[in-house]
């Protein structure tokens, strides 16, 4: 009996490894090569230098990120990161196997767990490849991001918390789940998300323990595993205080520290209104049908209720974390919002592969070919998605970002001075190029709106001293005022707003009398570059102090591919990206119209309509050219 059952074991482990390993292997040929939207160039360059991200830091991911960048398995560090997500997500993938597994096993009565015994790895099977293969999971999966990982917590949690709930008595699983839970916030905090369930399973062990005298004392003794993983944080200011250039937050005090790790500065964004709520509740049902190819969605209710009748406690656990995780995510008023549903996703999934468990059961008297075929049926059900969605999520010739970024640095001069706040795909990826694979350290790229944020002088002042020391009483004004903002003191929003006016004017003044080329991109509102003429330059403005001729950057240096209709995935960020760079691009034509520059004109005019053949201007425009 001992053997069988050791048997049994090893054949799960080596289908988890077979399913883990697949999965991998498919992430692997659509995994980014190149740097993509978002916080992927910033997360790529703070894992490169040792540095600090964004809130709430993610101390775990860099530490491992920058591990992973010694292995020489690639010159382009961006790459070897990229792998690191697509081993993150295999090993989710591996977890959630043996969480259905663990469900089916200890889950369910003697006499369904007997009928169930002989296909649990087919469950267990389809439910990894489900999840594997749903939309926002993959799409983690490939590129350099903090959710990875989180996945792997989640599963991970989820895993040792059904475990540890089926003792009486505080055991080794308990101490594993408590570092693991540490060790997961020290990643990322929405893993407060797994807390409710996580009370509800204890109380109700607690109340099956109550001979057991000494479970408190021995759950409060669990926090020291717990505190040990999320040490981790102690990373950002013993890093904070050290010379480094990617220093976001500078939290190298405790007032810095607890603002950087609780994300203060994105609470503006928390807003618990209908209208919030009402629209990203609508967004996640418009996202749901689409993440496992809709027909384990139409299932999925049906093991809700198996669940429920079978499972009672293991379904409030899964529906408690199903519902906080949509609570919290529908009152965040972020566009990029989809990664934030990834628990909620995965319990559907999760739902969805008991429906399977119930359809099973209806034909388990069923004859044996009627087995056979609901095993293909299922199968294949498993792995619609991966053939659904690997067109939309392949990244690996994904070269948008990389050539928007290519077309700015093309239309820089040497030396140049840029105002943007393109973060999503021009800042954030040209952090990673300019400070890993130092590409153009001659630009001097500045956010104007982390300019709002007293912690980024210090960044600018490494890139550009003279410019911040020649500006400094205009730095030391704002910076007076931002301080009563960033400590919640009284402050008038337009003194702030006047002397952040002025103090970039400070700087553009600064850096052209150092005979420095400044540029602002196309979305930098009026004001910041107020006595100053925006003179088109390719995909972006060149300031200059009056109306003149200066030549635009060689069209054939462009990469417009990318940009043609169907080349690129539309979404949020290639649609700004697209509209920007035609704008300018027309912009620039009218521009060299103006001094009779028709043949560098035509050249523009043609950009614009390999990107929108449909621009009507820009055609009536290039005919005018030709019909001269």
Same mark, same amino acid.
């Given at each position: 009996m001992l053997k069988k059952t050791m048997r049994i074991a090893t054949n799960h482990r080596l289908a988890a490894g077979f399913?883990?390993?697949?999965?991998?292997?498919?992430?692997?040929?659509?995994?980014?090569?190149?740097v993509t939207f978002i916080d992927c160039g910033e997360l790529a360059a703070v894992c490169a230098t040792t540095g600090i991200a964004h809130p709430t830091g993610y101390p775990l991911f860099t530490l491992l990120g920058r591990i992973f960048c010694f292995i020489p398995i690639d010159p382009r560090i961006l790459l070897r990161? $990229?792998?690191?997500?697509?081993?993150?997500?295999?090993?989710?993938?591996?977890?959630?196997?043996?969480?259905?597994?663990?469900?089916?096993?200890?889950?369910?009565?003697?006499?369904?767990?007997? /009928?169930?015994?002989?296909?649990?790895?087919?469950?267990?099977?389809?439910?990894?490849?489900?999840?594997?293969?749903?939309?926002?999971?993959?799409?983690?999966?490939?590129i350099i991001e903090v959710y990875s990982l989180h996945t792997l917590f989640i599963t991970l949690v989820i895993l040792l918390l059904l475990k540890s709930f089926k003792s009486f008595y505080i055991n080794r699983f308990d101490i594993l789940l408590a570092y693991v839970f540490g060790l997961s916030f020290s990643n990322h905090m929405t893993t407060i998300l797994l807390v409710?369930?996580?009370?509800?399973?204890?109380?109700?062990?607690? $109340?099956r323990s109550k001979k057991d005298k000494k479970f408190l004392l021995h759950t409060c003794m669990l926090l020291v595993p717990f505190l040990l993983g999320l040490s981790i944080y102690l990373y950002l200011p013993i890093r904070a205080s050290q010379p480094i250039l990617l220093n976001w937050g500078d939290p190298d005090n405790w007032f810095n520290f607890i603002n950087h790790i609780s994300g203060k500065q994105y609470r503006v964004w928390m807003t618990f209104s209908g209208e919030t709520a009402t629209k990203q509740?609508?967004?996640?049902?418009?996202?749901?049908?689409?993440?496992?190819?809709?027909?384990?969605?139409?299932?999925?209710?049906?093991?809700?209720?198996?669940?429920?009748?079978?499972?009672?406690?293991?379904?409030?656990?899964?529906?408690?974390?199903?519902?906080?995780?949509?609570?919290?995510?529908?009152?965040?008023?972020?566009?990029?919002?989809?990664?934030?549903?990834?628990?909620?996703?995965?319990?559907?999934?999760?739902?969805?592969?008991?429906?399977?468990? /119930?359809?099973?059961?209806?034909?388990?008297?069923?004859?044996?070919?009627?087995?056979?075929i609901f095993a293909t049926v299922t199968l294949t059900v498993a792995v619609i998605p991966l053939f659904w969605h690997i067109s939309k999520i392949n990244q690996n010739s994904n070269t948008f970002v990389r050539n928007y970024t290519q077309n700015m640095l093309h239309a820089i001069e040497d030396n140049g001075v840029v105002l943007s706040y393109q973060w999503d795909y021009f800042v954030a990826p040209f952090l990673y190029l300019q400070h890993v694979e130092r590409r153009r350290p001659d630009i001097a790229l500045i956010d104007k709106e982390l300019l709002r944020r007293s912690w980024y002088f210090e960044m600018i002042e490494k890139i550009v001293p003279k410019l911040t020391r020649d500006t400094r009483a205009e730095i030391d004004a704002f910076l007076k005022e931002l301080y009563k903002f960033e400590h919640d003191l009284p402050y008038d929003p337009g003194i702030i707003q006047t002397r952040f006016e002025r103090m970039i004017l400070k700087f553009i003044q600064v850096a052209m009398s150092y005979g420095r080329p400044v540029y602002v991109t196309h979305e930098i509102e009026p004001e910041?570059?107020?006595?100053?003429?925006?003179?088109?330059?390719?995909?972006?403005?060149?300031?200059?102090?009056?109306?003149?001729?200066?030549?635009?950057?060689?069209?054939?240096?462009?990469?417009?591919?990318?940009?043609?209709?169907? $080349?690129?995935?539309?979404?949020?960020?290639?649609? /700004?990206?697209?509209?920007?760079?035609?704008?300018?691009f027309f912009l620039t034509g009218l521009y060299l119209m103006n001094y009779q520059q028709d043949e560098a004109a035509r050249d523009y005019f043609r950009l614009v309509l390999e990107i929108d053949p449909n621009h009507a201007t820009a055609e009536q425009e290039l005919e005018k050219i030709n019909s001269q």
């Amino acid at each position: 009996m001992l053997k069988k059952t050791m048997r049994i074991a090893t054949n799960h482990r080596l289908a988890a490894g077979f399913i883990a390993g697949s999965v991998f292997f498919i992430y692997f040929l659509s995994m980014g090569r190149y740097v993509t939207f978002i916080d992927c160039g910033e997360l790529a360059a703070v894992c490169a230098t040792t540095g600090i991200a964004h809130p709430t830091g993610y101390p775990l991911f860099t530490l491992l990120g920058r591990i992973f960048c010694f292995i020489p398995i690639d010159p382009r560090i961006l790459l070897r990161l $990229n792998l690191l997500s697509t081993i993150f997500s295999a090993g989710a993938v591996f977890c959630f196997y043996f969480i259905i597994h663990h469900l089916i096993n200890s889950e369910l009565s003697g006499s369904l767990q007997k /009928k169930i015994q002989p296909s649990i790895m087919l469950f267990a099977l389809a439910g990894s490849l489900l999840l594997g293969f749903s939309r926002t999971f993959w799409s983690q999966a490939v590129i350099i991001e903090v959710y990875s990982l989180h996945t792997l917590f989640i599963t991970l949690v989820i895993l040792l918390l059904l475990k540890s709930f089926k003792s009486f008595y505080i055991n080794r699983f308990d101490i594993l789940l408590a570092y693991v839970f540490g060790l997961s916030f020290s990643n990322h905090m929405t893993t407060i998300l797994l807390v409710p369930a996580t009370i509800y399973l204890y109380f109700f062990r607690w $109340n099956r323990s109550k001979k057991d005298k000494k479970f408190l004392l021995h759950t409060c003794m669990l926090l020291v595993p717990f505190l040990l993983g999320l040490s981790i944080y102690l990373y950002l200011p013993i890093r904070a205080s050290q010379p480094i250039l990617l220093n976001w937050g500078d939290p190298d005090n405790w007032f810095n520290f607890i603002n950087h790790i609780s994300g203060k500065q994105y609470r503006v964004w928390m807003t618990f209104s209908g209208e919030t709520a009402t629209k990203q509740l609508t967004h996640f049902f418009e996202l749901l049908p689409g993440e496992m190819a809709l027909i384990p969605l139409l299932i999925a209710p049906l093991g809700m209720w198996f669940m429920w009748r079978n499972m009672k406690n293991t379904f409030i656990t899964t529906f408690i974390l199903f519902i906080t995780c949509i609570a919290y995510s529908i009152n965040y008023d972020i566009h990029d919002i989809d990664s934030y549903f990834l628990l909620a996703f995965m319990i559907t999934t999760l739902w969805a592969t008991f429906g399977l468990v /119930k359809i099973y059961l209806y034909l388990y008297h069923k004859p044996r070919h009627i087995h056979l075929i609901f095993a293909t049926v299922t199968l294949t059900v498993a792995v619609i998605p991966l053939f659904w969605h690997i067109s939309k999520i392949n990244q690996n010739s994904n070269t948008f970002v990389r050539n928007y970024t290519q077309n700015m640095l093309h239309a820089i001069e040497d030396n140049g001075v840029v105002l943007s706040y393109q973060w999503d795909y021009f800042v954030a990826p040209f952090l990673y190029l300019q400070h890993v694979e130092r590409r153009r350290p001659d630009i001097a790229l500045i956010d104007k709106e982390l300019l709002r944020r007293s912690w980024y002088f210090e960044m600018i002042e490494k890139i550009v001293p003279k410019l911040t020391r020649d500006t400094r009483a205009e730095i030391d004004a704002f910076l007076k005022e931002l301080y009563k903002f960033e400590h919640d003191l009284p402050y008038d929003p337009g003194i702030i707003q006047t002397r952040f006016e002025r103090m970039i004017l400070k700087f553009i003044q600064v850096a052209m009398s150092y005979g420095r080329p400044v540029y602002v991109t196309h979305e930098i509102e009026p004001e910041f570059t107020k006595g100053y003429v925006r003179i088109p330059h390719g995909p972006l403005y060149r300031l200059g102090l009056k109306e003149e001729f200066i030549p635009a950057p060689e069209p054939g240096g462009y990469w417009t591919h990318d940009f043609r209709p169907g $080349n690129f995935r539309a979404n949020t960020w290639t649609e /700004k990206g697209r509209f920007f760079t035609r704008e300018m691009f027309f912009l620039t034509g009218l521009y060299l119209m103006n001094y009779q520059q028709d043949e560098a004109a035509r050249d523009y005019f043609r950009l614009v309509l390999e990107i929108d053949p449909n621009h009507a201007t820009a055609e009536q425009e290039l005919e005018k050219i030709n019909s001269q």
